[in-house]
């Protein structure tokens, strides 16, 4: 006799799923509101001051049959992450993807780093992923169940000079996610941190010479720095039913740079 066959279920699929990303107007933002929507989610993202690239992510979306609802906003402000989650509920009925992307890049010697630049950058990098991170817990708990995903970097596993600021925020978000894990799993709430390496985004377009870019291309195993994409993909299954048993982790995307030793050892 021939075994009944189970219906195969697709855990990536996030058909009707309601996510918020904040930071969508371009870089890995973008592709994740985009990857998202392709995924089934419909998707309220906010940006700071790209109109145009809003515009754009917004069409994006909408050719992918899902919903899409961007707002201007500074994730610094704590309403702005209230605000965000008021319209997620209101317009679909629940929160189930939060994802926390929003930042900026300063490469300053931390010497010459004023009070101003550290807090500015902190607002953005660090107090808007607490503010963020707050909000859906607190709708998601009611729910019982929920993804939180914050972006980090793997700069805070593999140190860059001249990155003081934007590397303690990346590691205080790290230290949130896990922390915030710990709390939420009684909740059926997973939240995790996806980190990635060196990626072509609007954000790293001065900073990457073409003296970096070699460098990158030599170091990194895989042979080339990352896309928006490739970080995206990631962000869906960590958002997705397939990631259901998974909480509390840094999951570096970096092509295998952060583990690569190597210097040349002569062989035997």
Known sequence: ?????????????????????TGVSNGIGRATAVALAESGA????????DHDG????RSQIEETGREAVILQAD???????????AEATSRWGSLDIWVNNAARLMVKPLIETSDDDWHALLAANLHGYFYGSRAAAEI??????????????????????NLGAYITAKGGIVGLTKTLALEA?????????????????????????????RTYEQRIPLGRIGSEEEIAD????????ASRYMTGQEIVVDGGLVINGTVGHALD
């Open 1 to 21: 006799m021939t075994a009944p066959t189970e219906e195969r279920v697709d855990r990536n699929a996030l058909v009707g799923a309601s996510a918020v990303v």
């Open 42 to 49: 419909n998707v309220v993202g906010c940006y700071y001051s």
């Open 75 to 85: 994730t610094g402000d704590p309403g702005t992450a209230q605000r965000l989650a």
């Open 54 to 57: 809003a515009a754009r992510v």
């Open 140 to 161: 998601m708990y009611a729910q019982r169940r929920g993804r939180i995903i914050n972006i980090t970097s793997a700069a805070d596993v593999l140190v860059v000079a």
């Open 234 to 241: 990631v962000v869906v299954f960590v958002a997705s039913e």
């Open 185 to 213: 799993a009684a909740h059926g709430v997973t939240v995790n941190a996806v980190s990635p390496g060196a990626t072509d985004t609007p954000l790293n377009i001065k900073a990457y010479t073409p003296e970096v870019r």
